[in-house]
């Protein structure tokens, strides 16, 4: 990536902006290959879910990811450049492309900013390949034309655009300058805000997708006979509201009910959106050190303190759920070590509270040399025991026939890269895939030697209402 020493709030004029822009096609015409162009400017503070509800379009693609207990948030919509890819290699094709724009990028602006710069977000299905009909493809990546995000007390506004060589400067440069002055004073449209207060909560009819108790007894049947020790199976609800469904609304809820897990929503454009708020961070880079983490184990939350803190023991006591939490560590550990990683954990568990449900959890660290990939890390682990099962290959080989339907991108991959190797990415857990006045809602629980068909149902239920309370309220 090239970054050029010119800034864009001193240099605030559409003839300076036509100037910039004829440097970069003529870098374009010079090197016989298109330039991906970005401009980052330290804004006053504003939410980026609230600016990607302003500036929401049905038919463009978007991406939004949000931890509120971290006040840190991310959003893009529209598309400068995008990748699809598909199979076993998929994870390397993307990053190959990823290596290759960032190649032909020219940055300028507040680029070491948090969040400066071009970001990549990309969404990979649980599955290699998806079924005819799904809705996303098995990876697919793009880098936004409009970007806004918030690190703390500090946000940072983007611009991507694509220069080509016969670029028309004129229209490029007023695009981007009106971007400019709308976020250097970003006002929310107060016919948007209204619109979407106006909506009435949804209120869902259920249905369900096939016999989770069945299924449960099934695998416990495979792993009674040795096929796998573990396997992860969801249960999917079809949801119909009376009138069409904003999922960005939806997502409100959703933050504001989970603060401390990712609150997201990732589109193509022109289909469903996929929204949720996933308690499990599948990778994290930032600065050389990986971040990665264990999370299997659950419990109900407490009606009170002292049944809050009696659950909590008894997970940590319960053999199955030990049992299951390990397989998953032990997983991660033996997927970094190919890698060239030595990951550093606690030896114990602790047990992690979350809005409604408790888990075991244990973060993992490891350094990461520059010579690793941060899809590389995400190829070597997803999916995780905590989604799939063990031994991996196994269990996943299982699931489509258990459960009955495609998972897409539930229990996928979500995440964004930065052009300067970090980036981070989280599992599609508690979430749904909205369109129009339908959804269809995910749950799923660990299968192990000692699960019951009743328990896990249970659990499911758990999940199913924590979501949907979210989702009506």
Not at 95 to 122: L, Y
Not at 341 to 350: G, S
Not at 438 to 449: F, H, L, N, T
Request: proline share 7%; aromatic share 8%; with cysteine.
């Amino acid at each position: 990536m090239t970054i050029l020493p010119l800034h864009p709030a001193d240099n605030a004029s559409p003839e300076a902006l036509y100037a910039f822009l004829g440097q970069c096609r003529a870098a374009a015409v010079r090197d016989g290959h298109a330039k991906l162009v970005s401009i980052s400017l330290a804004v006053d503070a504003l939410d980026p879910l609230a600016v990607l509800e302003s500036i929401f379009e049905p038919g463009e693609p978007h991406f939004y990811a949000e931890r509120p207990a971290l006040a840190t948030a991310i959003a893009g919509a529209e598309v400068a450049v995008a990748h699809e890819a598909s199979g076993p290699g998929r994870f390397a094709d993307v990053q190959q492309w990823v290596t290759d724009t960032v190649a032909h990028t020219i940055a300028v602006g507040d680029v070491t900013a948090p969040f400066g710069g071009p970001h990549f977000f990309a969404g990979f299905t649980f599955g290699d390949e998806v079924e005819a009909g799904e809705p996303f493809p098995a990876a697919f990546a793009f880098v936004p034309r409009w970007q806004v995000a918030l690190a703390g007390s500090t946000t940072t506004a983007v611009a991507n655009l694509l220069v080509a060589p016969d670029a028309d400067l004129t229209a490029l440069a007023l695009r981007v300058w009106r971007a400019h002055q709308k976020f250097r004073g970003f006002g929310f449209q107060e016919s948007v805000e209204s619109e979407i207060a106006a909506r009435p909560a949804p209120k869902f009819s259920r249905r369900e997708t096939g016999d989770y108790r069945a299924s449960v007894a099934r695998a416990l049947a495979k792993i009674a006979r040795g096929d796998f020790s573990k396997i992860v199976l969801a249960r999917a609800q079809d949801l119909t509201a009376a009138q069409p469904l904003h999922p960005l609304q939806m997502l409100n809820g959703l933050r504001q009910r989970f603060p401390d897990c990712y609150a997201f929503s990732f589109t193509r454009g022109g289909g469903p959106s996929f929204i949720g708020a996933s308690p499990e961070r599948l990778v994290r880079v930032s600065q050389g050190r990986l971040e990665t983490e264990a999370l299997a184990g659950s419990i109900r939350r407490g009606a009170s303190a002292s049944e809050d803190a009696a659950l909590a023991a008894a997970l940590a006591r319960s053999e199955k759920d030990q049992r299951e939490h390990r397989q998953v560590l032990d997983d991660i550990v033996a997927r970094l070590g190919p890698l060239g990683l030595k990951p550093e954990f606690p030896a114990t568990p602790q047990v992690r509270r979350l809005a409604n449900v408790q888990h075991l959890h244990t973060p993992v660290q490891a350094a990461l040399p520059e010579t690793v990939p941060l899809l590389d890390v995400l190829a070597a682990m997803h999916p995780t025991p905590a989604v799939g099962g063990a031994p991996r290959d196994a269990a996943v080989e299982c699931i489509r026939g258990l459960e009955g339907f495609p998972r897409g991108l539930y229990a996928g991959a979500l995440g964004w890269l930065n052009a300067r190797g970090g980036g981070e990415f989280f599992v599609g857990l508690r979430s749904a895939l909205v369109e129009g006045a339908s959804a269809r809602a995910y749950a799923g629980a660990g299968i192990v030697a000692g699960s019951t068909p009743e328990r896990e149902f249970a659990e499911t239920e758990l999940k199913f209402k924590a979501m949907l309370d979210a989702l009506e309220g």
